[in-house]
């Protein structure tokens, strides 16, 4: 579906509405790990505003605020 894919790549890309977006859509968590950095451009200095529940080497789990 083009609206998840659009909505993925948005999500993954940060931003102020992302997290409230989210949780509108049920979403609790971020999951990023080498699959969705290399299908998105993963804004990391966002992902790093929110909660950090897994960091185990190249995957890292983010929960919504």
């Given at each position: 579906?083009?609206?998840?894919?659009?909505l993925?790549?948005?999500?993954?890309?940060?931003?102020?509405?992302?997290?409230?977006?989210?949780?509108?859509?049920?979403?609790?968590?971020?999951?990023?790990?080498p699959?969705?950095?290399?299908?998105?451009?993963?804004?990391?200095?966002?992902?790093?505003?929110?909660?950090?529940?897994?960091?185990?080497?190249?995957?890292?789990?983010?929960?919504?605020?």
């Amino acid at each position: 579906d083009r609206r998840r894919a659009d909505l993925l790549a948005y999500a993954y890309q940060g931003g102020g509405d992302v997290p409230e977006l989210l949780r509108q859509l049920g979403v609790d968590y971020i999951f990023v790990g080498p699959q969705e950095r290399q299908a998105y451009k993963v804004n990391d200095e966002f992902l790093d505003q929110l909660p950090l529940v897994i960091d185990a080497e190249t995957y890292r789990l983010h929960r919504l605020r």
